[in-house]
């Protein structure tokens, strides 16, 4: 290592102490002690050893999903992947839909307005960040509908300790630059902007609105200006292949830390439809230009699905504001309800769905 290379401590343990540095711009990791010696430990290096960070400073922030290093989120994430080593679960990414109110109509979305106008009240939500803290949360998710229009998020954002991270998803709508500021004094780490399209018109026609395109180029914009981590969130689905390249390129001329693949989902208002779906030949053409791309760096969800299974249970799960939960947003098959039971119990009960499924169930339909 040379004078110039930084070293991040990831995590510190007597059986494992784990480091990271850079070299040429990527990551490398370093594992000393028994359990480095692992083949599930050399997996998980897999998905960061040789990749772009998302940025690096004095932490570095290996993706805009996980918390940076050194941090106590960090060191908290790290032990419950040791945890998982043993077939000890923990909900490491928990999303809050905290309310339906949205401007859009989007037609592939998976939790659609149920028209009676639901949110989670903000001690009703402060609690729950506080039990899902308590069984090793690192990574809150506040979403909806559009989670930007709901009164009081900065207030949310701030409930959430040093034990994790905050990232907001939002179409775009209602995301100013007041609010992102306000958002960021708050303790939020990334946004997560959504995009169906790098062309305006095919994204609106997702969206089921005019100018949708427009409000999400503007979040974007507004993010980075406030100085927060920013994530372009593109649902792949076969008929949006033809534009990998271009999502990549616009994500890079906006100055994104990070572009996030995922597969879409048939349920909610896609239930019903067929042909959607990526083929295996778009699995593989997602897999050759995710090696091939350069920075920003790129998530592929499909591609952690088929590495390690899917998560929803095992180490996601998603709050309806209903109060219902669910494995993951795309599954919305309620387990429980917080309003009748602690989350705990709810998340442990849960268990029995994980099967190390390597393809999300809802798509196996």
Wanted: charged residues 20%.
């Amino acid at each position: 290592m040379t004078s110039t290379e930084k070293e991040y401590l990831l995590y510190d343990s007597p059986l494992l102490k784990a480091s990271a540095r850079l070299h040429e711009g990527r990551v490398k990791v370093h594992f000393k002690g028994p359990l480095s010696l692992l083949p599930a430990m050399r997996s998980a290096a897999v998905m960061i050893d040789g990749q772009l960070p998302a940025s690096a400073g004095e932490q570095i922030s290996l993706s805009t999903w996980l918390p940076p290093a050194p941090s106590t989120a960090f060191q908290r994430f790290a032990k419950s992947q040791v945890k998982a080593l043993f077939g000890m679960r923990t909900p490491d990414q928990v999303t809050i839909s905290i309310t339906e109110e949205c401007p859009n109509r989007c037609v592939h979305c998976a939790l659609p307005d149920s028209g009676r106008r639901l949110s989670l009240q903000p001690d009703v939500v402060k609690d729950l960040i506080e039990q899902i803290l308590d069984l090793g949360t690192t990574l809150v998710i506040f979403d909806g509908g559009e989670p930007t229009l709901y009164r009081g998020l900065p207030e949310l954002v701030a409930s959430v300790d040093q034990r994790a991270i905050s990232t907001l998803f939002t179409s775009g709508a209602g995301f100013t630059l007041q609010l992102a500021r306000r958002l960021k004094e708050a303790g939020l780490y990334a946004v997560n902007v959504s995009l169906d399209s790098p062309v305006a018109v095919e994204h609106d026609a997702m969206r089921g609105r005019e100018g949708a395109f427009r409000d999400a180029m503007t979040a974007a914009e507004n993010a980075l200006s406030a100085g927060l981590l920013m994530d372009i969130y593109v649902v792949l689905r076969h008929q949006n292949m033809e534009h990998l390249r271009e999502f990549h390129q616009l994500a890079r001329r906006l100055g994104a830390h990070e572009l996030t693949f995922f597969e879409v989902v048939p349920t909610g208002r896609w239930a019903k439809k067929s042909g959607v779906t990526l083929s295996e030949e778009d699995h593989r053409r997602l897999e050759s230009f995710v090696q091939e791309a350069g920075s920003p760096r790129i998530f592929s969800v499909p591609g952690a699905l088929r590495s390690f299974g899917c998560f929803a249970g095992r180490s996601w799960m998603h709050v309806a504001p209903s109060g219902e939960i669910y494995p993951c947003a795309c599954m919305p098959k309620p387990w429980g309800s917080i309003f009748k039971e602690p989350l705990r119990k709810i998340w442990q009960r849960m268990g029995s769905l994980c099967k190390g499924e390597k393809s999300c169930p809802m798509r196996n339909k």
